[in-house]
Antibody, heavy 122, light 108 residues
Framework: QVQLVQSGAEVKKPGASVKVSCKASGYTFTSYYMHWVRQAPGQGLEWMGIINPSGGSTSYAQKFQGRVTMTRDTSTSTVYMELSSLRSEDTAVYYC???????????????WGQGTMVTVSS | SYVLTQPPSVSVAPGQTARITCGGNNIGSKSVHWYQQKPGQAPVLVVYDDSDRPSGIPERFSGSNSGNTATLTISRVEAGDEADYYCQVWDSSSDHQVFGGGTKLTVL
């Protein structure tokens, strides 16, 4: 079945970087864009950016420009999201989510990963 | 940037109809998607493209979109519908996805 499986929880110190993985299975990896969304404790959903697994092109929300890098490995059907210069406000659950429209960045997200908790604390 | 506005909370008795709104400038010209999120779980898509339902989503969930307001309607509300609900659109002016702030649905 179609699923996204994310890496495990992380604890990082302020100023460090974190890299979260999201492994896709059950569909053609390069056919659908992948989005990253985060949710701080008790807060709403926040879109971080998108990667096209086919060519590797990316687009990031302005808030994260310069701090986030999204990459992919087509040999393992895995996308990665790396966030640098971490601060306490980055403590959140990070989700990957598949775009429902083939080969396009718009549209809904039909499949979500289980989420990865990232805690930033000294 | 494009802003989506949702009421923080909506309450409804079991068996009644819940309506959750999502306001945005000329949102009727965009495709709106809705997600349900229960505590400790990832969001689940319940309505996409204004009014379509993914397979497995009950017909009790429906959507509409016109003017400056999109609405998620849940008919014959059940206790299991208690959750946070988020609207989402693609903002073509910025090529970014946008979420509303979320609405907590309480079943009385």
């Amino acid at each position: 079945q179609v699923q996204l499986v994310q890496s495990g929880a992380e604890v990082k110190k302020p100023g460090a970087s974190v890299k979260v993985s999201c492994k896709a299975s059950g569909y053609t990896f390069t056919s659908y864009y992948m989005h990253w969304v985060r949710q701080a404790p008790g807060q709403g959903l926040e879109w971080m950016g998108i990667i096209n697994p086919s060519g590797g092109s990316t687009s990031y929300a302005q808030k994260f420009q310069g701090r986030v890098t999204m990459t992919r490995d087509t040999s393992t059907s895995t996308v990665y999201m790396e966030l640098s210069s971490l601060r306490s406000e980055d403590t959140a659950v990070y989700y990957c989510a598949r775009g429902v429209v083939p080969a396009a960045p718009l549209g809904a997200f039909d499949i979500w990963g289980q989420g990865t908790m990232v805690t930033v604390s000294s | 940037s494009y802003v989506l506005t949702q009421p923080p909370s909506v309450s409804v008795a079991p068996g009644q109809t819940a309506r959750i709104t999502c306001g945005g400038n000329n949102i009727g010209s965009k495709s709106v998607h809705w997600y349900q999120q229960k505590p400790g779980q990832a969001p689940v898509l319940v309505v996409y493209d204004d009014s379509d339902r993914p397979s497995g989503i009950p017909e009790r969930f429906s959507g509409s979109n016109s003017g400056n307001t999109a609405t998620l309607t849940i008919s014959r509300v059940e206790a299991g519908d208690e959750a946070d609900y988020y609207c989402q659109v693609w903002d073509s002016s910025s090529d970014h996805q946008v979420f509303g702030g979320g609405t907590k649905l309480t079943v009385l």
